[in-house]
């Protein structure tokens, strides 16, 4: 079965750091760009960064968290990282990863999430 | 930025309605949009992508129409386990962005 599992939310306070990790299996996850999309409580759907297929060379963010967090993939493990430095309160969201179809940037398999709470 | 706006907001309807629900870009994005569903408490899911493909596995009852700037998601006849928000996701470069989301409310 293809499923993405995120790890690492919890509750930290503003100016702290948070790890999210998010394990793939069932598929190839090498051969896959993947993304990281948020959803602050009651909000709607963020995108918030990318990263392509293979050696992940190429990588993108949104403004909103530009220079404060950063996406890297392991392939040997079948995982996807997000480091979160300078948390705000507006971070406060349910962290998904989703793998994008082959050649595009729309997702197609979703993980269940992470919920990050940033609050002192 | 591509702007999505969805309308409307929130929909009541009743089992067996058809229900449509509308996106708008703020810019032509030919047909590089997606549907995502996601009921309460659960990760979205993928129903349509390019507009009109149905995701594997996605119900038919569940087709997707438009090109340029308006694009509908039309659900031909609701089941219980429609309802859910949806949202619109463009893809027509990697900033991607999701219009605010629709939700479909039992009458």
């Known amino acids: 079965e293809v499923q993405l599992v995120e790890s690492g939310g919890g509750l930290v306070q503003p100016g702290g750091s948070l790890r999210l990790s998010c394990g793939a299996s069932?598929?190839?996850?090498?051969?896959?760009?993947v993304s990281w999309v948020r959803q602050a409580p009651g909000k709607g759907l963020e995108w918030i960064s990318y990263?392509?297929?293979?050696?992940?060379?190429?990588?993108y963010y949104a403004d909103s968290v530009k220079g404060r967090f950063t996406i890297s993939r392991d392939n040997a493990k079948k995982s996807l990282f997000l480091q979160m430095n300078s948390l705000r309160a507006e971070d406060t969201a349910v962290y998904y990863c989703?793998?994008?179809?082959?050649?595009?940037?729309?997702?197609?398999?979703w993980g269940k999430g992470t919920t990050v709470t940033v609050s002192s | 930025d591509i702007q999505m706006t969805q309308s409307p907001s929130t929909l009541s309807a009743s089992v067996g309605d058809r229900v449509t629900i509308t996106c708008r870009a703020n810019?032509?994005?030919?047909?590089?949009l997606a549907w995502h569903q996601q009921q309460p408490g659960k990760a979205p899911k993928l129903l349509i992508y390019?507009?009109?493909s149905l995701e594997s596995g996605a119900p038919s009852r569940f087709s997707g129409s438009g090109s340029g700037t308006e694009f509908t998601l039309t659900i031909s006849s609701l089941q219980p386990d429609d309802f859910a928000t949806y949202y619109c996701?463009?893809?027509?470069?990697?900033?991607?962005?999701f219009g605010g989301g629709t939700k479909v409310e039992i009458k």
């Open positions: 989703a793998r994008l179809a082959p050649g595009y940037y729309y997702m197609v398999v």
């Open positions: 069932g598929f190839g996850f090498s051969n896959f760009a």
């Open positions: 990263i392509n297929s293979g050696s992940g060379n190429i990588i």
């Open positions: 810019q032509s994005i030919s047909t590089w």
């Open positions: 390019e507009a009109s």
């Open positions: 996701q463009h893809y027509n470069s990697y900033l991607v962005t």
